[in-house]
Structures are given as structure tokens and as C-alpha cells.
């Protein structure tokens, strides 16, 4: 309960009041931040186009700041996207960006804590599990100005390619249709915004279930150092949400139409790091004893490669 004793007469009482709202007013100032993706060239698979909803959370003393005008969620096109809104002068804002495929069913968003939570064990070789984020400290001045922030992505991305050799001899025995992955370790399921650290490990072991090979494209593969780029039939990519690098047991199984297993190919050690593509590659199915492995960022530079040849 509340007792308010008036001292003044009301009409100077409302006359303060007005005075002090138009006060705190001047101290708002606009803020504009332009938001990108990384530049990630014009290929199909993780071009990052596919991304177009952007969460923008703010926070200020640790408290978020749940004002529709300033927590919100904005559209992003074209790799693109401005956030504007209001804030208050000399203040400092922690505000995180979490960009996602609007309508995907992968990763849930907590405001109240700038968390990401990830879900694992639908079917892979989905270009909506792809996503970026970054958080960034802001103090607002009396000079308004506008702030670039890029996102990056959380994720290492798990490639598989079948060289040219072995599609050959797989479809004249039984063609190979469907990729199923997993992963004996290394996967985490719960991503703080602010702070990048992960946490929560995914129970053993992650499934990316059976999905059609990609057949839109051929996965390219440098190995670096080299000037030599080759191409693969692109069986299988995924996006696992890791600690800075990791290297769980990597095991691919590949099926025919009729969902019987053409071959598995296991494979020790993966290196998994974020940001960073990993190609496991070549000869899967007549030799599949003998693995190598290269990992590039496109993402980061260069992919983890393992070759099989």
C-alpha cells in the first residue's frame, strides 16, 4: 500500500511529472545495427540464403528488456537485415542475434536467458538446421550511429562424398539412395547466446536418420595447400552444435531405394570444430578401411578433409 501526500498544489505536482516523462524521453536515442552473414558464395548447400528470421534480445544490468520494441524478431533477406529501436543514452547492452529458417522444428529460443536449445534425431541433410548468431556490448552515446555486426555460425558442419569410382560400382550393383549418420559423442544441445559456450551433451548417440542423398550439387573438396579441387556425389550433410573442437566416432550408413543398408563405413576420430566443414570423402563403399579426413571453413578456412581413396 501505497500513501501519497501532496506538499505542492496538483497543477505544479502534474507540471514535475511532465517535465521530468519529457526527461527521460530526450534520453532515448535511436539505435540502427545492420546485421550479415558471412559471405558464403552462391552454392547451394550452406549458402546460409535459406536463413531469414533474425532474434534480437537485449539485455541491460542482466535484465532482459521484453519491450516488443526492443526484443524482437526481425526479417532477414538476402543474407541481410537492420535492427533499429530505442535506447538510453550512457547506458551499456549486452544484445545477442540469433538467426534461424523461420518455422523450423530444430531449435527452441529462451528469451529470458539468450539460450538456444537444439533437438537432434530427425532426419538429416536439412538446410533448415542451418543458422548464426553473435552477441555484441553497446553503449549508446548522444551521437547516433550505426553498428555492422556479423554472424557466424555455432555449428560444425559433416560432410560425405562418394567419389566418382564408387558411384559407378554402387549403381551397377545397387544404387544408393538414403544416408543415415551418427555420432558416438561430441554434440552439445544447449548454446548461450552472450557468451558462445555450450553446454548440455547430447545423449549418445546423435542420429541424423535416413534423408535422401543431395543431388542438387557435387561436394567440392581443396585440400589445403593444393590448388586442386575435386568433386564427390553428395551423400550427406549435417550441422552439430560442438565446443570449440572435438572428435567423437563418425559412422555412415547408406541405403538403396528399398531402404536396404548398401554399405557402413565407420570411421575414428572425426574432427569436428566450429565453424568449420569436415568432408569425409572417396572411396566409401570398395574401400572403406582406408580413411583420411580434411577439415574447411567456408565457415573458416580450410574444410577437415578425410579422403578415401
Not at 552473414?37 to 528488456?65: M, S, W, Y
Not at 553503449?139 to 555449428?155: E, G, I, M, N, Y
Not at 550408413?253 to 565407420?266: C, E, G, M
Not at 576420430?269 to 574447411?296: F, H, M, Q
Amino acid at each position: 500500500v501505497f500513501r501519497i501526500v501532496f506538499q505542492w498544489p496538483p497543477l505544479l505536482v502534474l507540471a514535475a511529472s511532465c517535465n521530468k516523462e519529457a526527461s527521460i524521453a530526450e534520453k532515448e536515442l535511436p539505435v540502427t545495427m545492420n546485421i550479415t552473414l558471412p559471405e558464403l558464395g552462391t552454392k547451394a548447400i550452406a549458402d546460409g540464403q535459406k536463413v531469414n528470421n533474425v532474434h534480437c534480445i537485449v539485455f541491460r544490468n542482466d535484465r532482459l528488456i521484453s519491450h516488443t520494441d526492443v526484443t524482437k524478431t526481425i526479417t532477414m533477406s538476402a543474407g541481410r537485415a537492420t535492427y533499429t529501436t530505442r535506447l538510453i543514452s550512457g547506458q551499456t547492452y549486452k544484445i545477442a542475434f540469433w538467426a534461424e529458417v523461420a518455422g523450423n522444428t530444430y531449435y527452441t529460443v529462451d528469451y529470458s536467458t539468450a539460450t538456444v536449445t537444439v533437438s537432434y534425431g530427425s532426419a538429416g541433410n536439412d538446410e533448415k538446421r542451418d543458422a548464426f548468431f553473435n552477441a555484441v556490448e553497446y553503449t549508446v552515446t548522444d551521437a547516433t550511429s550505426a553498428l555492422d555486426v556479423t554472424l557466424k555460425r555455432p555449428f560444425a558442419q559433416l560432410n560425405y562424398g562418394l567419389s566418382a569410382a564408387d558411384k559407378a560400382l554402387a549403381d551397377a550393383i545397387s544404387p544408393i539412395a538414403k544416408a543415415e549418420v551418427s555420432l558416438d559423442g561430441g554434440a552439445y544441445t544447449k548454446l548461450n547466446l552472450l557468451s558462445g559456450e555450450v553446454s548440455a551433451p547430447a545423449t549418445v548417440p546423435v542420429v541424423f536418420a535416413s534423408a535422401p542423398v543431395i543431388s542438387s550439387e557435387k561436394l567440392k573438396v581443396q585440400p589445403a595447400g593444393t590448388s586442386t579441387v575435386t568433386e564427390y556425389e553428395y551423400l550427406s550433410m549435417n550441422y552439430i552444435l560442438v565446443n570449440q573442437e572435438v572428435t567423437p566416432n563418425a559412422t555412415l550408413k547408406l541405403y538403396d531405394a528399398s531402404n536396404a543398408i548398401v554399405t557402413t563405413v565407420s570411421t575414428s576420430l572425426v574432427p569436428l570444430k566450429r565453424n568449420y566443414r569436415t568432408n569425409i570423402v572417396g572411396n566409401l563403399i570398395s574401400e572403406p578401411a582406408r580413411i583420411n579426413i580434411v577439415v574447411d571453413p567456408t565457415f573458416n578456412t580450410p574444410d577437415n578433409n578425410t579422403i578415401v581413396q
